[in-house]
Each structure stands twice: as structure tokens, then as C-alpha cells.
């Protein structure tokens, strides 16, 4: 009887193999581990996923179960695929979905009728309409209008707050080798046979619910970073002329928030332009310029608000005596902002997206927004437009009832700078942008904000800017040499835009991994005030400005920091580093929404602050397998299930044969 249970278990195992394997050739290969099974049933596929992101009271973002979420590839790439598609699907499929097609009111169709396990996005062309996963008014809810914005102009007229939706499916973007190779496998289905190429996703997030749920539970963390500001000079009391820009982007997929022309055209230009400023003799200045590069904008203006926060109330018990300008309690990486005096603020120019500028009866022009009309104003605008020429020139839009465009000025009106009257508050507040009403940019805060050819205007912008400071800052007027390095703009241009992996950053930033696609996803800004991540891109931005505007040129620092004098920084990469001293400092770019209690970070009593925080995960990932058909794979299970039965009728007849055969007790 164990001979026949035995024989029919091989019967069973040989023919399930044969069916499998008919009419292929195929080559044994032994295992040694799960693992390389593993390697043959699953192929990974690189890419950047949509993630979970939390704030006061909402969740936004995406998600998938512990389990993952998996599903046959079903290609979308046209608008009748789509139309067709949608009229009979079943479900459960995985789309890899066209680039032109990606739109929230496709993204939610999608899931509600069709219910996809999830969705892959093809790399391709930006749709020609536009597309921006921001809200119209980006920022609203914490500027000038956070309640009701009577604003005539739709900044950003293509917006539809795909970013702030919450999505309990994953959505995966893939780009260049990847794209392609999802897309191949993707047309194979359109075979109809089987094996089906199929995809599993694990995007699980951990964080939940609300921020203040989530950081209670130690599942999140707060997004910010760090900003950078810089002086041509010490601080010395003087007037103060503000300038600002955005340092940070976003995007749907956060590894690829590029921000060319949103965040990256007005920090190249305002780069240049202090640069340009720096190789030109400003003893005749009677006011200080202050450059700021702000981090976090993007999500409430967390680097402009936090600055003139900490510059209003910050105290310091404990300074550090072994690195400059340091406190220890509580922690900050820099105090010479408290030099800084609000009171003495008699400008604010901010340099916004730049990189698009209108054609006005043929010339390339830049628009100045203002808050209120004042004399003060009026003398900034001027300085400004006497700076127009052919090849690029500045045109006041003058008070309108649609305000100043979104960024860091408005946290500077709201503080009252700029906002009219005396002191401070008759400050000019103007807002440089090469849109006059409506965003040029229709690809705001989208992965598509890139591969702008630019370079050429920036540097135009940076020399009339730079010019115009000096003048408003000095009663002499700009000496003819001062002009910005159109290389040093080109090049800048293309590692922040481009390539992160470019000269500049192998030159002055030693010891840092990066990927050559440069994000300015402001991330999240560290598990203490003391542990804290900085950038790559904002390192770089930091590093060009100390090498370029450097003061002093010390020892050779290989060996790192410890090499350098009190008040000096090792910067450069191997073979290069030298000890620098230059007025350029990093300044924490979080929410005023946050304080940490010494262990961990918690909301703080400001609730009028924006805290949005990013969930903590395990793994990300998105692996190809095959995937047979219900029938086939109906027949293993029950081929898995008669062998797990004859087998063990086998050893049920073996424990009854052998004791009477073999006479066993």
C-alpha cells in the first residue's frame, strides 16, 4: 500500500511538472537559498513613490495595506485607451498610466469605478494643457487670505490639489530604463495570454490620522530643513534691504520636485547677483543687504516664517565655545541673526520664478509686484526699471486687488513690514516674476518643472539686480563692472536643475552621496533640534556662497574641521579643502507649529502654524513577477492539496504496515 501511495504522490508531482513545462526548453538550475528564488520570481524596479503626509487635522498622499498591493499590468497611454479602458474595467489591475493623462480627475476615476490596486506612472511628455498637483492659490490657508482669498487672479490656474488628497492605493512613478522597461512588459499584455506580467507595490505608512496622533505615537516627522542666509558684510546696524527666494519645490513624487522655474530660477538669480556684488567695492553702502535662500515655502512658508520668529523672540542661555556663533540651550546652529534688527527693514525684494519672462512687444520682461504704493516703493521700482534694456526689462504691475503673488514676502506683511504707515511698516514689500496676473509656469510644483533653457535670461536678471541693489544700497551709482558670470550662472543652472553630480559639487562638497537628479522636496527636518538632515542642494547652495563670497582664505583643512580656526569652516572637496571665513549661515527651516520636550517633537501652542509631517515606513518598493492564469494556477492548488493528502494517506498506511511487518512494538 506504501509503494502505491508513493507511486501515485510521483505520478501526481511528474505530471503537474510536465504540464508546467510543455513545450519549453528548460534549464535546471539548483537554488542555495530562498533568496535567490526570490531573485527569480521577483524583479525591482527603481522609481520614486507618492507618500503619506499628515498635518493638523488630514491626511494626504498615498498608502498601501502591510501586504502591499499587486495587480496585472494594464497599459493607459492615450485618451481612447483610457475612455475604453474605463467603459469595462474589472478591477484590480495596476495601470501604467500615460504621462498626459495624469490628472486628478483621471487619478480618481480610475479608482472609484475601475478600482485599481494601483497606479505606475510612465515617463513621457508633460500634458500640453498644463499640470500642477498644487492648489490654485498655493499656500493660502497661511497667507495674506488664509480664510477667504478675494483675489481676482488664480495664480495657478491649472492647479488641482491632487497633493492634498488622500489616496488608500499606491501610485508609483517611474523614469527613463525603468519607464521603458515597465512599458515592454506592459504592451506584452496586450497579448491577452498567459503568464501575465504583474507588480506589487509595498508603500505601507506607518503615521496616521493627524500630526499630533502620529507624532504622540512616534510614527512621523516634521518636514523642514535648513535655510540659507548670507552678507556681503558683518551685520553692522544699518538699514537692512531684505531680498529672499524660495529654496525648496514639490511634487506629486517628491524625488523629482526639480522647482526649475518656481523656487530654482530666483535662487540662481539671486545667487549670481550677491556673487556679482561680492567682486565689486561696497564701502559706499549706508544699508546692509540681507540674501536669504528659504527652505520649506512650499508648505506654509516654514523658512520665512521661523526666521523672522526667531529673529523677533529668540533667546539664548548657553553659547558654544568651540563653534562660532553657536547656542547650545537651546540648540542653534547659528546666532548671528540676532544682529538683525526688523525695525531697521527698508526694503524687501523677493526674486521669484524668473525663469519665463513675457514678451512685451518683443521684449523679454519681468514684472514687479507690490503690496502698497508708498515713495518708498516707488524709489525701489525705480532703481529697478532704470536697470531695463532690450534684452530683458523690469515692468511695474502696480497695488492691484489680486495683492502680491504667493512667497516669502507676505510672512513679512503679515508682521506688518510693508504694510503702510511708518517705520517698518513703510517699507516697500515687491515681488519679482516673470507672470504679471496668472502663473507663465503651467507645470507649478509638478515633476514637469524642468528642462528649462534659461540660463541665459537668469544671468540678465542677476547683473540688473545686482546693479539695482548696489544703487539702493550706496548713493553712487553701479560701476560698469558689475555683472554677473554668465558661466558660474550656467553652471549652477545645470546642478540644480540637471545633473546634482556636476563640478561645482565634486569641487567644494566632500563625502556626500547623491543622486544625479537633483529634489528640492524640503524632506523632513530631523529627529532633534540637535539631528538634524541638510540637502544636498541646500549644502550646495551654502558651499557656493562661502567659496564665492569668502572674506578670508585660511589653512588647508584636510582633515576636516578640526583644522580650522575659531570663526573659520572647512569647505571643498579632497585635495582642496581649505579654512574659509565668510558672513554665510544655515538657519532651521521648521514650523513654529513644533517644539521638542527634550525627547521627541510634539505641537507646540501656535496653531495658527502649519505642521505637516511625513510618515515613517519600513521599505519602499515596486517588483515585477509573472503571473499565471486562475486556471493554471487552480490546478496547482489542487494538485498541492491531492499530493498533501496522498502523502499523507502514504504515512498513515507506512505507520499501519511497517509495526506488522517488521514486528514492531
Request: charged share 15%; aromatic share 10%; proline share 5%.
Given at each position: 500500500m506504501a509503494?502505491r501511495?508513493c507511486a501515485?504522490?510521483?505520478?501526481v508531482v511528474a505530471?503537474?511538472?510536465?504540464w508546467?513545462c510543455?513545450?519549453?526548453a528548460?534549464?535546471v538550475k539548483?537554488l542555495?537559498?530562498?533568496?535567490?528564488l526570490?531573485?527569480?520570481?521577483y524583479v525591482?524596479?527603481?522609481?520614486?513613490p507618492?507618500?503619506?503626509?499628515?498635518?493638523r487635522?488630514?491626511?494626504v498622499?498615498c498608502?498601501?495595506?502591510?501586504?502591499?498591493?499587486?495587480g496585472?499590468l494594464?497599459?493607459?497611454?492615450?485618451?481612447?485607451?483610457?475612455?475604453?479602458y474605463?467603459s469595462?474595467c474589472?478591477?484590480?489591475?495596476?495601470?501604467?498610466?500615460?504621462?498626459?493623462?495624469?490628472?486628478?480627475?483621471?487619478?480618481e476615476?480610475?479608482r472609484?469605478k475601475?478600482?485599481?490596486?494601483?497606479?505606475?506612472?510612465?515617463?513621457?511628455e508633460?500634458?500640453?494643457?498644463?499640470?500642477?498637483?498644487?492648489?490654485?492659490f498655493p499656500n493660502?490657508?497661511?497667507?495674506?487670505?488664509?480664510?477667504?482669498?478675494?483675489?481676482t487672479?488664480a495664480w495657478?490656474?491649472?492647479?488641482?490639489s491632487?497633493?492634498?488628497?488622500?489616496?488608500?492605493?499606491p501610485?508609483?512613478?517611474v523614469?527613463?530604463?525603468?519607464?521603458?522597461?515597465v512599458?515592454?512588459?506592459a504592451?506584452?499584455?496586450?497579448?491577452?495570454k498567459y503568464?501575465?506580467?504583474a507588480?506589487?507595490?509595498?508603500?505601507f505608512?506607518?503615521?496616521?490620522?493627524d500630526?499630533?496622533?502620529?507624532l504622540?505615537?512616534?510614527?512621523?516627522?516634521?518636514?523642514?530643513?535648513?535655510?540659507?542666509?548670507?552678507?556681503?558684510?558683518?551685520?553692522?546696524?544699518?538699514?537692512?534691504?531684505?531680498?529672499?527666494?524660495?529654496?525648496?519645490?514639490?511634487?506629486?513624487f517628491?524625488?523629482?520636485?526639480?522647482?526649475a522655474?518656481?523656487?530654482?530660477?530666483?535662487?540662481?538669480?539671486?545667487l549670481?547677483?550677491e556673487i556679482?556684488?561680492?567682486n565689486?567695492?561696497t564701502?559706499?553702502?549706508?544699508?546692509?543687504i540681507?540674501?536669504?535662500?528659504?527652505n520649506?515655502?512650499?508648505w506654509?512658508?516654514l523658512?520665512?516664517?521661523k526666521?523672522?520668529?526667531?529673529?523677533?523672540?529668540?533667546?539664548?542661555?548657553e553659547?558654544s565655545?568651540t563653534?562660532?556663533?553657536q547656542?547650545?540651550?537651546?540648540?542653534?546652529?547659528?546666532?548671528?541673526?540676532?544682529?538683525?534688527?526688523?525695525?531697521?527693514v527698508?526694503?524687501?525684494?523677493?526674486?521669484?520664478?524668473v525663469?519665463?519672462p513675457?514678451?512685451?512687444?518683443?521684449?523679454?520682461t519681468?514684472?514687479?509686484h507690490q503690496?502698497?504704493?508708498t515713495?518708498?516703493t516707488?524709489?525701489?521700482?525705480?532703481?529697478?526699471q532704470?536697470?531695463?534694456?532690450?534684452?530683458?526689462q523690469f515692468s511695474?504691475?502696480?497695488?492691484?486687488?489680486?495683492g502680491?503673488?504667493?512667497?516669502?514676502?507676505?510672512?513679512?506683511?503679515?508682521?506688518?513690514i510693508?504694510?503702510g504707515?511708518?517705520?517698518?511698516?513703510?517699507?516697500?514689500?515687491v515681488?519679482?516674476?516673470d507672470?504679471q496676473?496668472?502663473?507663465?509656469n503651467?507645470?507649478?510644483?509638478?515633476?514637469?518643472?524642468?528642462?528649462?533653457?534659461?540660463?541665459?535670461?537668469?544671468?540678465a536678471?542677476a547683473?540688473?539686480?545686482?546693479r539695482?541693489?548696489?544703487?539702493?544700497?550706496?548713493p553712487?551709482?553701479?560701476?560698469?563692472?558689475?555683472?554677473?558670470?554668465?558661466g558660474l550662472?550656467?553652471?549652477?543652472?545645470?546642478?540644480l536643475?540637471?545633473?546634482?553630480?556636476c563640478?561645482?559639487f565634486t569641487?567644494?562638497i566632500?563625502?556626500?552621496?547623491?543622486?544625479?537628479a537633483?529634489?528640492h522636496?524640503?524632506?523632513?527636518?530631523?529627529?532633534?533640534?540637535?539631528?538634524?538632515?541638510?540637502g544636498?542642494p541646500?549644502?550646495?547652495?551654502?558651499?557656493v556662497l562661502?567659496?564665492?563670497?569668502?572674506?578670508?582664505?585660511g589653512?588647508?583643512?584636510?582633515?576636516?574641521?578640526k583644522q580650522c580656526?575659531?570663526?573659520?569652516?572647512?569647505?571643498?572637496s579632497?585635495?582642496q579643502?581649505?579654512?574659509?571665513?565668510a558672513?554665510?549661515?544655515?538657519?532651521?527651516?521648521?514650523?513654529?507649529?513644533?517644539?521638542?520636550?527634550?525627547?521627541?517633537?510634539?505641537?507646540?501652542?501656535?496653531t495658527?502654524?502649519?505642521?505637516?509631517?511625513?510618515?515613517?515606513?519600513?521599505?519602499?518598493s515596486?517588483?515585477?513577477?509573472?503571473?499565471?492564469?486562475p486556471v493554471k494556477?487552480?490546478?496547482f492548488?489542487?494538485?498541492?492539496?491531492?499530493?498533501?493528502?496522498l502523502?499523507?494517506a502514504?504515512?498513515?498506511?507506512?505507520k499501519?504496515l511497517?509495526p506488522?511487518?517488521?514486528k514492531?512494538?
Amino acid at each position: 500500500m506504501a509503494v502505491r501511495g508513493c507511486a501515485c504522490v510521483a505520478v501526481v508531482v511528474a505530471a503537474v511538472a510536465a504540464w508546467a513545462c510543455a513545450g519549453e526548453a528548460a534549464e535546471v538550475k539548483t537554488l542555495d537559498s530562498i533568496g535567490e528564488l526570490y531573485s527569480l520570481m521577483y524583479v525591482p524596479v527603481g522609481g520614486d513613490p507618492c507618500v503619506r503626509l499628515l498635518d493638523r487635522d488630514r491626511e494626504v498622499g498615498c498608502t498601501t495595506s502591510k501586504n502591499g498591493a499587486r495587480g496585472v499590468l494594464w497599459l493607459v497611454e492615450t485618451a481612447s485607451e483610457y475612455d475604453e479602458y474605463v467603459s469595462k474595467c474589472d478591477g484590480e489591475e495596476v495601470v501604467a498610466l500615460g504621462s498626459t493623462l495624469f490628472t486628478r480627475a483621471t487619478v480618481e476615476t480610475l479608482r472609484k469605478k475601475c478600482h485599481i490596486s494601483g497606479l505606475v506612472l510612465l515617463d513621457g511628455e508633460a500634458p500640453a494643457q498644463g499640470s500642477s498637483p498644487d492648489s490654485v492659490f498655493p499656500n493660502q490657508q497661511w497667507g495674506l487670505q488664509p480664510t477667504h482669498n478675494t483675489s481676482t487672479v488664480a495664480w495657478n490656474a491649472v492647479g488641482d490639489s491632487m497633493m492634498f488628497r488622500k489616496y488608500d492605493y499606491p501610485m508609483w512613478a517611474v523614469f527613463g530604463n525603468d519607464s521603458t522597461s515597465v512599458r515592454s512588459l506592459a504592451v506584452k499584455n496586450q497579448k491577452g495570454k498567459y503568464p501575465k506580467w504583474a507588480v506589487e507595490i509595498s508603500t505601507f505608512m506607518h503615521g496616521a490620522a493627524d500630526s499630533e496622533t502620529c507624532l504622540r505615537r512616534g510614527m512621523c516627522v516634521p518636514l523642514g530643513g535648513k535655510s540659507v542666509w548670507s552678507t556681503l558684510e558683518p551685520l553692522t546696524g544699518k538699514p537692512v534691504i531684505f531680498t529672499t527666494s524660495t529654496l525648496d519645490s514639490n511634487a506629486m513624487f517628491h524625488d523629482h520636485a526639480k522647482g526649475a522655474d518656481a523656487g530654482i530660477s530666483g535662487v540662481v538669480t539671486l545667487l549670481a547677483a550677491e556673487i556679482a556684488l561680492h567682486n565689486v567695492d561696497t564701502s559706499s553702502f549706508t544699508s546692509d543687504i540681507v540674501f536669504s535662500f528659504l527652505n520649506g515655502e512650499a508648505w506654509g512658508g516654514l523658512g520665512s516664517k521661523k526666521f523672522l520668529h526667531d529673529i523677533q523672540t529668540f533667546k539664548c542661555n548657553e553659547y558654544s565655545a568651540t563653534t562660532w556663533g553657536q547656542c547650545v540651550d537651546p540648540f542653534m546652529v547659528s546666532t548671528e541673526f540676532l544682529k538683525i534688527n526688523l525695525a531697521n527693514v527698508s526694503a524687501v525684494l523677493d526674486v521669484s520664478q524668473v525663469a519665463l519672462p513675457t514678451a512685451v512687444q518683443g521684449t523679454p520682461t519681468l514684472f514687479l509686484h507690490q503690496h502698497v504704493d508708498t515713495p518708498a516703493t516707488t524709489q525701489l521700482l525705480q532703481k529697478l526699471q532704470a536697470q531695463s534694456s532690450a534684452a530683458l526689462q523690469f515692468s511695474p504691475v502696480g497695488v492691484q486687488d489680486w495683492g502680491i503673488p504667493p512667497s516669502p514676502a507676505m510672512s513679512f506683511v503679515q508682521l506688518g513690514i510693508g504694510s503702510g504707515g511708518t517705520g517698518p511698516a513703510a517699507a516697500p514689500v515687491v515681488v519679482l516674476a516673470d507672470h504679471q496676473r496668472e502663473y507663465r509656469n503651467a507645470y507649478y510644483h509638478s515633476h514637469y518643472d524642468a528642462d528649462i533653457d534659461a540660463a541665459e535670461t537668469l544671468c540678465a536678471g542677476a547683473g540688473k539686480l545686482a546693479r539695482a541693489l548696489f544703487e539702493l544700497a550706496s548713493p553712487l551709482q553701479a560701476p560698469d563692472s558689475l555683472q554677473a558670470d554668465c558661466g558660474l550662472v550656467s553652471e549652477l543652472w545645470y546642478c540644480l536643475t540637471v545633473n546634482l553630480k556636476c563640478r561645482l559639487f565634486t569641487n567644494l562638497i566632500q563625502n556626500l552621496t547623491v543622486d544625479s537628479a537633483p529634489s528640492h522636496y524640503v524632506g523632513v527636518f530631523g529627529y532633534s533640534p540637535t539631528s538634524y538632515y541638510i540637502g544636498a542642494p541646500v549644502k550646495l547652495v551654502y558651499s557656493v556662497l562661502y567659496n564665492y563670497t569668502a572674506s578670508a582664505r585660511g589653512q588647508a583643512c584636510e582633515d576636516g574641521q578640526k583644522q580650522c580656526p575659531y570663526g573659520y569652516t572647512c569647505i571643498g572637496s579632497k585635495g582642496q579643502r581649505r579654512c574659509l571665513q565668510a558672513s554665510v549661515y544655515y538657519h532651521d527651516a521648521i514650523s513654529t507649529g513644533f517644539e521638542y520636550d527634550g525627547s521627541w517633537w510634539k505641537l507646540s501652542s501656535d496653531t495658527s502654524a502649519p505642521v505637516w509631517t511625513e510618515s515613517n515606513w519600513n521599505g519602499l518598493s515596486l517588483l515585477t513577477y509573472q503571473k499565471d492564469s486562475p486556471v493554471k494556477e487552480g490546478f496547482f492548488l489542487a494538485a498541492g492539496v491531492a499530493e498533501l493528502l496522498l502523502s499523507c494517506a502514504a504515512v498513515y498506511a507506512l505507520k499501519r504496515l511497517l509495526p506488522k511487518r517488521f514486528k514492531l512494538a
